[in-house]
């Protein structure tokens, strides 16, 4: 029986998450009692269990739902070892994401999958959910992880995609895996831009870091008014690097080395000569794999962003509503570490995705002579 968590839920979960991920489990949905019945208690939250008669709380699946920018996140997915080969997880994540659509207050839902094994991927693709991307090296547990990106939308969603005229000749392959799996009836222009890499900057970092996130955040907030520009679900600026004609908020967990660029005052393009320096500073703070998020018609951010080593990960269309239609965005990522896919398990269904990063990075760094630059 598939049913809302409550607060007296709280002990079961946490023997669950002990038997499925061991005592290493470090996350706080899964390990802090006190987070945990905050998320439960959340309005923004959805956390569906499934009881067994005589075991009690056998799975777990949450979804963050933010609706401001109509948007949900799976995450928590667990299933007790003992019970699995019975297709829970399957209906457990069936009956969330029906959920979260079904009121019409949210227009897609998406949720990264493990690439360790094949079976969270082919759970979430029997339940609707569409391939987006790939994102290599995106978290660091005792190896850097690679995961996959998937969605699913409300009815009519995504027709009613904004067309795009062009985009740099970059994303030509992650425009034709995208197109593979949603359809694009009205594809934009693949144009020659300059997105060959520029010869690294080696001028030394001179953006003063800001440490202080109740400090960042306030001023994040009166900084970056325009919605659109404050565009990033589920991601709230923790630091900030100012110089003297820039300020770049960003998201850093220094636990698992994931940074996301958030935001940018007074301007997104006031960093781009300065991208190099950042990646250094934020690589010198933990920082493995930076990643931000750009509107598919930013043409020239999309392409700065190209010619300094930021590589297309994840296509999301109709991600943000505006208006009537809806907007596509690009997860442009950059690695400080080297491709390694061995040992990965990845579906089929993200060849093309995983095909088209490898072509990238490889154009990327790697000169005509094939030696890593």
Known sequence: MFDTADQSDVPQLLRLYRRVYGASYSLPLGTDPVVMSAEIASAGTIWLVARHPADGVVASIIATVDPHDRLGKVQGMVVDPAHRGAGIARRILAALAERVLAGGEVDSVYATARTTTVAPQHTFLGNGFHPMGVFPNLRRSDRHETMVLLARYRDGVLDRRIPVERVPSGLAGLIDATAAQVGWPDPPEVVPGPDQPSPPCTDPPTAELVDAPRFVLDRFQERIADPVRRFYPFHTPNMMLVDTDYELYVHLSRRDG????????????????????????????????????????????????????????????????????????????????????????????????????????????????????
């Open 258 to 373: 994931y940074c996301a660029l958030v935001a940018a005052a007074p301007r997104p393009m006031a960093v781009a000569e300065h991208l190099d320096q950042t990646i250094r500073q934020l690589t010198d703070l933990g920082a493995m794999y930076v990643e931000t998020l750009v509107p598919l018609h930013a043409f020239a951010e999309l392409s700065v962003l190209l010619t300094r080593g930021f590589i297309p990960a994840a296509l999301y269309p109709a991600m943000r509503r505006d208006g009537d239609g809806f907007r596509d965005y690009v997860v442009m990522a950059r690695t400080v570490q080297p491709l390694d896919f061995r040992g990965l398990a990845i579906d089929a269904a993200f060849r093309p995705f995983t095909e088209q990063y490898i072509q990238a990075w490889t154009q990327q760094y790697l000169n005509t002579h094939g030696v890593y630059r």
